[in-house]
């Protein structure tokens, strides 16, 4: 069915000669459209965080404004998914930023993990003192800014037992991680005192070789990899963000999961 | 201009092109950080990705999710209040769409402003279908734990990546012939800035 119409007088012909330069107009806008809009993505794709113009500031607050909605969306009670020992992988990636031979060699007997800032008990702790504290253990994923994700297992001492173990003032904001490898990271408070989250020692129950960050690495199963620093040689507690080796350059900073 | 009218409402015209730049940023983003871990044999060319590298990379992603996410929900409850999904999209019957996938074939399918015919209704419901799954498919690997639920929904964190990327594929497929068709039928382009266009004469 053919909607009602007005009775048509024969439409006037349309000439192009009397509406070239209309559609020259067009034509020049549409053209004048779309380079720009093609210029302007060739110069988004220059933004990478790295030169401080205007789109990486807006980067950098977005990554801010991240920050913000992740800590709101973290429960303190939501643990990771744990996993049976034969889904562990094997075996397990190495992955650091530098390749595997040069991850520092440290001498156990030697090794002391410093503690510094709102702490009421700053003496340094050796291997056997935290293995006399109570331990934890668990099967979970380690999942990598990259996409990959692996399943390993980790036994160590619970940061939150740790930090009360130093008294350490756990109203501050951050806990900050100094590593033998020139790594730094933070995590926030609630994080830190997530139940999953821990000093951990062992690696499938032996202690942790050398290339997973022996003698101690901070295994944090509700952050993404890059938050589980390695061969930590200082914990210190702060109200300000210590940030971290890759957080300075770019990764978003809170990077829960 | 006679029998002109407004053939796509300002909502919608705001809608398309906020989309549009939403998503050309997150395809190309995504594809740099599907780089850095390809879960397929092959990787993305450089050229095509956005962030320069990986961190910069999730910071388009982690930023431009919230203009598409957010204009997504606006497109979506404007498109449900307003009837304007109801009048452009339904009735949609698997009948006409097989027969007028035939015809675009053929390529005898008239274009009409104005009306869809019902392989461009399927084609519309179908990538907003894609829409919500490559976002939730998205949370689901942004928040693999707090959103467990949703992760196990796809299958996994490692399954997810794979319906984020099928996601993520059909919409490219779908802007790829999108983008043909308005090269094959370039008066539709001018209205989705405008808004007026000519309303073709319905065919008996």
């Known amino acids: 069915m053919s909607e009602p119409e007005q009775p048509s007088r024969k439409p006037e012909k349309i000439r192009l000669a009397d509406h070239r330069t209309a559609l020259m107009k067009v034509e020049r806008r549409l053209l004048l459209r779309s380079s720009l809009s093609l210029g302007a993505l060739s110069l ?14 807006v980067l950098w607050a977005m990554s801010r404004w991240n920050d913000r909605v ?8 939501k643990l990771a998914p744990t996993y049976a020992a034969s889904q562990i992988t094997d075996p397990f990636p190495f992955n650091a930023f530098y390749d595997e031979f040069n991850a520092p060699d440290i001498d156990g007997a030697d090794w002391r993990l ?9 003496q340094p702790w050796t291997l056997a003192r935290l293995r006399s504290l109570p331990q934890a253990d668990q099967i979970t994923r380690h999942i990598c800014i990259e996409g990959w994700s692996a399943i390993g297992q980790w036994s160590g001492v619970p940061l939150k037992t740790f930090l009360q173990a130093i008294g350490a003032d756990t109203s501050a904001k951050y806990v900050g991680f100094k590593c033998a490898d020139r790594y730094y990271s933070s995590l926030d408070m609630p994080s830190a005192l997530h139940p999953q989250t821990i000093l951990a020692l062992d690696f499938r129950k032996q202690p942790l070789p050398t290339s997973f960050g022996f003698p101690l690495k901070v295994r944090v199963p509700t952050k993404l990899g890059f938050k589980n620093p390695k061969h930590v040689v200082a914990l210190y507690v702060s109200n300000d963000n210590p940030g971290g080796y890759w957080e300075d350059q770019g990764y978003n900073w809170f990077s829960g999961i | 201009m006679p029998n002109s009218a407004v053939l796509h409402p300002l909502a919608v015209r705001i809608a398309h092109w906020l989309n549009a730049f939403a998503i050309v940023c997150m395809l190309m983003s ?19 990705t956005l962030g320069g590298w990986l961190g910069g990379a999730i910071a388009w992603h982690f930023a431009a999710m919230w203009l598409l996410m957010a204009n997504g929900l606006f497109y979506l409850l404007y498109g449900v209040l307003s009837g304007h999904f109801r009048r452009h999209f339904l009735p949609l019957h698997v009948r006409d769409v097989l027969l007028d996938a035939v ?83 370039p008066k539709t382009l001018l209205p989705m800035i405008t808004g007026l266009g000519r309303k073709s004469k319905s065919v008996t």
């Open chain 1, 44 to 57: 988004l794709a220059g933004c990478d965080l790295q030169d401080n113009d205007k789109v990486d500031r």
């Open chain 1, 70 to 77: 992740q800590a709101v969306l973290f429960r303190a009670s």
């Open chain 1, 114 to 122: 410093e503690v510094a800032g709102l702490v009421r008990d700053k």
């Open chain 2, 103 to 185: 015809q675009a074939l053929r390529l005898r399918l008239p274009h009409q402003a104005g009306s869809y015919n019902a392989v461009q209704k399927f084609l519309y419901c179908g990538v907003i279908a894609l829409g919500v799954l490559v976002v939730l498919s998205g949370l689901s690997l942004w928040k693999p734990v707090q959103l467990e639920f949703l992760s196990n929904l796809f299958g996994g964190f490692d399954f997810a990546r794979k319906v984020h990327f099928a996601a993520m594929a059909g919409i490219a497929t779908f802007v790829v012939v999108h983008l043909l068709l308005v090269a094959l039928v």
């Open chain 2, 30 to 48: 995504g594809w740099a950080i599907y780089n850095a871990s390809p879960i397929f044999g092959f990787r993305f060319p450089v050229w095509a």
